[in-house]
């Protein structure tokens, strides 16, 4: 047994064991750099006139399960296994993952970066196969009925890719009013939205609206006037910068932006606004405009 250690410590004898980094303490350390496992750069799938895939060269974050951390692995590129034919009259769909071997640990048969693929069922609507557990996907393949090599075969659906510890995550989440109402000087909240946060963030919150003041007849007509007033609400509490626009005639849509603090966990977001000054605002959707929109947007770490 080797006690914890640091990486870049070597290991000791003291006593009956050993103290330093063990290849598990190395692992866990490797997963905290991550908030998300997948493919870092290369591993490309693509196809050609035989029934083995063909994966560039490239790095993946990987991992066996949860609780044993996670490994950097590299793969020099090369074909995969070779898979059958498909000789049904419905298509299927092919996983082709990569795997990191650990013989001392997991009674792997060597210490080798694998690719594999499981091969899916033909069906008039084909579903992803089951991979095994502790690889990682690299594509899904869809392969066409009466193939007798991949040739044809197409990419369908996502893949995972890894996302370093606190790099931003990009969009959270986005909420829309789908539907024409009517703004009054009561205020209202729209948008709400849950986002689970895994360190305290910056986030920007972009709110859209679309209105016109009520009763102004189009574009031209500037004898009305409507003010929205509004702010980004965190937990029900009001936070960032407070907007305030003036609507006339036009169907318009007033973006605003504002940048706010959050705090690790779980928060839901929203927006509020009312008419400030002027007549009722009619917020316009109609199926091809914004409406009131909210969109949380990921800015990294905040230090």
Same mark, same amino acid.
């Given at each position: 047994m080797v006690d914890t250690s640091a990486l870049g410590v070597s290991a000791v004898r003291a006593g009956n064991g050993w103290q330093g980094c063990d290849a598990h303490t190395h692992r866990k350390i490797i997963a905290s750099h991550w908030e998300a496992f997948g493919i870092v750069a290369g591993l490309n799938v693509t196809t050609a006139n035989t029934l083995a895939y063909q994966v560039s060269e490239g790095v993946a974050v990987t991992s066996r399960s949860a609780t044993d951390g996670a490994m950097e692995a590299y793969w020099g590129g090369g074909a995969s296994p070779a898979v059958e034919a498909n000789q049904s009259t419905n298509p299927r769909i092919d996983c082709v993952w990569l795997q990191a071997h650990n013989q001392k640990e997991l009674r792997d048969t060597d210490n080798l970066v694998v690719i594999g693929v499981t091969q899916g069922t033909p069906a008039a609507t084909p579903v992803k196969p089951t991979p095994p557990a502790g690889v990682t996907v690299l594509a899904w393949m869809q392969v066409p009925a009466n193939s007798t090599s991949l040739t044809a075969a197409t990419r369908v659906g996502d893949v995972d890719y890894a996302r370093p510890y606190g790099a931003a995550a990009g969009l959270l989440?986005?909420?829309?009013? @789908?539907?024409? *109402?009517? *703004?009054?000087? @009561?205020?209202?909240? %729209?948008? @709400?939205?849950?986002?689970? *946060?895994?360190?305290?963030?910056? *986030?920007?919150?972009?709110?859209?609206?679309?209105?016109?003041?009520?009763?102004?007849?189009?574009?031209?007509?500037?004898?009305?006037?409507?003010?929205?007033?509004?702010?980004?609400?965190?937990?029900?509490?009001?936070?960032?910068? %407070? %907007?305030?626009?003036?609507?006339?005639?036009?169907?318009?849509?007033?973006? %605003?932006?504002?940048?706010?603090?959050?705090?690790?966990?779980?928060?839901?977001?929203?927006?509020?606004?009312?008419v400030g000054y002027g007549v009722n605002a009619n917020i316009h959707y109609n199926g091809r405009f914004p409406g009131i929109k909210l969109a949380v947007v990921d800015g990294g770490i905040h230090q």
């Open positions: 989440g986005e909420a829309q009013v @789908k539907q024409d *109402l009517v *703004l009054t000087n @009561k205020t209202q909240e %729209f948008c @709400k939205l849950s986002v689970n *946060l895994p360190t305290d963030r910056n *986030l920007e919150c972009a709110v859209t609206v679309c209105a016109s003041a009520a009763g102004s007849n189009g574009a031209g007509d500037l004898s009305k006037a409507s003010e929205i007033r509004g702010q980004v609400y965190v937990d029900g509490q009001p936070t960032g910068d %407070f %907007f305030n626009y003036c609507f006339r005639g036009a169907w318009e849509p007033f973006p %605003f932006r504002t940048n706010i603090e959050c705090a690790r966990g779980q928060h839901t977001i929203s927006v509020r606004c009312w």
